[in-house]
Structure formats: C-alpha cells, structure tokens
C-alpha cells in the first residue's frame, strides 16, 4: 500500500488538475468568440444625427432593425441640456444578444467606420466584480450587455429578451469632460456598440446626440 503521503500528493495533483481543467475550459468559452467574431457591417444610422431625438432606429446590414430609445428622470429637460448627475434609462430592442454591447456617452467618430469614443467615464471594466448582484438597477457612467454567464462574472447585465434583442441600461451623466474627451468641445452621443468580443465590429452603432447644459 502506498504511503499516506504519496497518496495526497497524488490527490493534490488530481485537483489542481481539475482546476487547471475548468480554467482551460472557461477561457476557451471567453476567447474563442473574440477570435472568431466576423464585422457584420453597418447599424443603417447616418453618421450625423438632426436635433436631439430620444429615440432612433435603424436597419443594419445585418438586417435586424435596431430601436434605441432614452428618457431623462425627472425633469422636463432634453437630451441637449444634460447636468453631470442626470439619470437616463435606456431601452433598446432588435439588438443581437449574441453580441455584448456598451452603453456610454461618447464622442461621434469623424467616420462611420470607426469605433465610437473616447467615451466619458470609460466603459465596462474587465475586472472581476464579487459585490455583483445579477439585475440589480445601478446607474454608472456606462453600462455594459452582455448574457454569458462568465462576463456576468465581471459585472454585464442580461438581455431582457434574448429572441426580441431587448435590453434597459442605467446611465448617470457624468461630468462633461474628463482626461480622453471634452463633450462642451466635441459632438457626443448616448451610444451602444459592440463590447471587446466583437470591438471592430460597427452594425450595433446606433446613438442619440446629447449636448451639455449650463
């Protein structure tokens, strides 16, 4: 009979084989759909939007007609009079769910080839988050989309429905400038794109222009 000893030493092996296993495992399922994620094309929006609607829509060359929709909380204020600390609920429909998507203010690119940004306050962060409640309604300066259960790890909220592409984002407005983009100096918009899985990727492009108040 084997020594005690040389018994666990053999299950310690065992185990962190196992983990090594469904760490293998778990960053194939992250990895693998960024390195085969294929542009899909246009969103359909032209790149300069008139006035400052609360809601558009577009038909991608993917061929999914996109709805994105805004309202301000209380107040009476449009979306071309925005204060840092304004609350903005976000719907969307027709979305992709097989694709995570960022919600943030960001600045509208000179061409529609080009990813949206820099965006105020960033976007979703790539840290893992142990305090995260699955659904719970916190307003950030960005929101980030996205179903896989791995990302939900890292704080992405779920689609609402999967098959409809529905999704709500809670955006507070950050203040109108930070060290990557001055919003008083530049065009923004409240935009939703494709998240690091799909990033060179521009049929999810769709905003609404927002402009900064006194």
Known sequence: MAPASSRAKRTSWGLLGGVFAVLLVMGA???VPILTSSP?????????V??????????????????????????DRGLDQLLPGDRI????????ASSGVYVALCKVPDDLGVKPGPCLGGVGAMDEQDDVVADVV??????WINDDWAWRLFGSRS???REAGTFTAFIEVPEAADENVDCRAVPCGLYTRNDHTALEDRVQDLYVPIAFGE
């Open 138 to 143: 916190e307003y950030a300066p960005s929101n």
């Open 40 to 48: 899909q094309g246009q969103s359909g929006q032209p790149l300069e």
């Open 50 to 75: 008139e006035g400052f609607p609360i809601s558009v829509t577009a038909l991608g060359d993917d061929g999914r007609e996109r709805t994105l929709s805004v309202a301000i909380e209380n107040t």
């Open 89 to 96: 609920t976000v719907s969307a429909k027709g979305y992709d």
């Open 159 to 161: 689609f609402d429905d």
């Open 29 to 31: 399922w992250l990895i």
